[in-house]
């Protein structure tokens, strides 16, 4: 990875986690949606930065729509049941869990070679998403669309119950 | 200047560990639904920086695949956490 590369990387990696901490903190649906999308903008560069166009430009779109979904007027409030302890246990497993993931990304090594890779590559991933894993692509595909399924039949129930 | 696997796998972490921290953190639960992609971010980060750097010869693409997957799956799932989402006030 040469400098210019690195840059971005190092960038983008401060966008995402700093958007993320903020998706934490700030208050309001709007603000909320834009950490995210802070975030995910970052995430996208990430990708970029590691010859991942494709996965980049998916990931930017899908990110968009996440954020336009936390940002959008039909968030509703739904307050968790868990009390404070609990909560502060979570965050305390949280930080738990980064201090055992980091141990193990900075343990963790393998040989590396040269990519050769450098170019969005739309046709070699869709070979692969339609052919060599199919059915990971089916999968999705059926999460999507049980996801849309839920989310219109969840909506058209709220409003129903008007 | 440079960035190697071990810093890709550290910003993998981060993303993981603060989508976990959101998730537990925040007492709306629509709120805690944001850190759903920043967790599945940061999975898809680590397999594309994987495929990155473990490339020998052609050039291995599945862990873009992965993340691209991983991104959408993020998306279907917010859409599915805000769909069910119950009865409140619009804040």
Known sequence: ?162 | MSAGLVSVLFVAVALVAVGAFVATWKRDLMSALAGLPLMFGGAGVAFAGAARFSAAGDPKIFGQEVAALVAVAALALVALGVGIAGRGTSR
Not at chain 1, 15 to 44: C, D, E, N, Q, T
Not at chain 1, 57 to 76: D, E, F, H, K, T
């Open chain 1, 1 to 162: 990875m040469d400098s210019l590369h690195a840059i971005g990387f190092y960038v983008s990696a401060a966008i995402s986690v700093g958007g993320g901490l903020l998706v934490a903190f700030v208050p309001g649906r709007g603000a909320r949606g834009l950490a995210v999308a802070a975030s995910g903008l970052g995430i996208a560069g990430l990708y970029a930065s590691l010859s991942a166009d494709f996965a980049g430009l998916v990931a930017l779109g899908c990110y968009a729509g996440c954020a336009l979904l936390i940002a959008a007027p039909r968030y509703r409030v739904v307050d968790s049941p868990v009390g404070l302890a609990w909560r502060q246990a979570g965050a305390v497993a949280a930080a738990g869990l980064f201090a055992v993931l980091a141990y193990a990304a900075f343990r963790g090594d393998f040989v590396e070679a040269t990519y050769r890779g450098g170019e969005i590559g739309t046709a070699a991933i869709g070979r692969v998403l339609f052919a060599h894993d199919a059915l990971a692509t089916a999968a999705v595909g059926a999460l999507v669309f049980a996801a849309l399924v839920g989310a219109t039949a969840a909506w058209r129930v709220r409003e129903r119950g008007r």
